[in-house]
């Protein structure tokens, strides 16, 4: 067989093509965002000018301040100054913290991250063999409480399940801890180097400082994870009966196939990719949907750092979290489509 030289020079041009159109669908998607945030912030009914000078100043006070806050320009205006503001980084300053917004989304969005992060490790681990252990199954008693714990993942509110579990695992049996991210004593014992307090009491070696940080981590990571798993096992769960239902199924097992084989190896390879996308999307809304959780167990995380920017009409800080929020859903949503296209031959 000879070989082409032109082939390999053929596969990095596609390739080449699927960056520079990744790229640019990114980036008006970004843009797309940045519009939202902007006109959100100029449609609610909160102040900004006022939410700085106090509803005390001057009319003088109120309109020096507004100049300089550039609210006095044109709308369109103000928007280009917003994109150009963002894309250096400059998020404004928190009316709240009095410190800039970036600075403060630097410093919670680590823990927002790692508690989702244990949340879609958990709904992973559970999620996936329990969506196809109720397939291989389907119409039997486990897949029928399969899919009813799956439902109620759809539709326990958030807060009350946190409240339940600390009412229960803290307050009645004492297995956990309680609200926060570290006990006061420990605070402040570990040098923040990822901003991920497990892993950097790991890596400064203090053993009771992870163990106290694990112990109040698990439960709401686990109530998070127990939302992902419901979304996977389901979502699993329908993967699985489209494949047991394909002929090459039938055929292994009519050749003497064994089940957990049949199950394991033929079935389930077919859905390893759309099921990339389906945990993209799950992990993207732990990030996006731990409000509440946050709240309820007063995780110092950009979920509750929003909450308490809504409360202070803090828009800076808002807009902000809101914006971060958006780009992270949009960057783990356009990875995983890459994954996808690069792990199924069929979307090339």
């Not at 980036?27 to 006022?50: E, K, N, Q, S």
């Not at 503001?85 to 404004?92: I, M």
């Not at 993967?239 to 389930?268: C, N, P």
């Amino acid at each position: 067989m000879s070989f082409n030289p032109d082939v390999p020079s053929m596969r990095l041009a596609r390739f080449a093509r699927s960056l520079g159109g990744f790229a640019v669908v990114t980036a008006l998607t970004f843009l797309g965002l940045l519009a939202i945030t902007f006109f959100i912030g100029r449609v609610v009914p909160i102040d900004p000018v006022l939410a700085v000078v106090g509803d005390r100043a001057t009319n003088a006070q109120y309109e020096t301040a507004r100049i300089a806050m550039g609210l006095d320009r044109p709308l369109i205006v103000q928007f280009f100054s917003y994109v150009g503001d963002v894309l250096q980084g400059d998020l404004g300053t928190s009316v709240s913290t009095g410190r800039p917004v970036a600075q403060d989304l630097v410093r919670v969005f680590p823990a927002t991250l790692e508690m989702a992060t244990i949340g879609i490790i958990i709904g992973v681990v559970l999620g996936v063999p329990m969506g196809v252990y109720a397939a291989a199954r389907a119409g039997s008693w486990s897949d029928q409480v399969i899919r009813v714990l799956a439902l109620l993942g759809y539709s326990v509110p958030a807060f009350w399940l946190g409240l339940v579990g600390l009412a229960v695992f803290y307050a009645g049996l004492g297995w956990v801890g309680g609200p926060g991210r570290i006990d006061v004593f420990y605070d402040g014992l570990v040098e923040p180097v990822t901003g991920l307090l497990l892993v950097d009491s790991l890596l400064d070696g203090q053993m009771d400082v992870f163990r106290n940080a694990f112990h109040r981590i698990i439960l709401p990571a686990t109530i998070l994870g127990f939302f992902s798993l419901a979304y996977i096992a389901r979502m699993t769960r329908s993967f699985m009966l489209d494949q047991l239902s394909q002929e090459y199924v039938t055929t292994a097992r009519v050749k003497g196939v064994s089940e957990t084989r049949v199950i394991w190896g033929h079935a389930f390879g077919p859905i390893r990719v759309p099921l990339i996308t389906v945990i993209g999307l799950s992990y993207a809304g732990l990030l996006e949907g731990s409000v509440m959780i946050e709240t309820v167990f007063s995780w110092p995380g950009i979920g509750n750092y929003l909450t308490t920017a809504l409360f202070n009409a803090d828009m800076n800080a808002v807009l902000g979290a809101t914006l971060v929020i958006g780009a992270v859903f949009i960057l783990i949503n356009k990875v995983s489509d890459v994954l996808y296209r690069v792990l199924d031959p069929r979307s090339r």
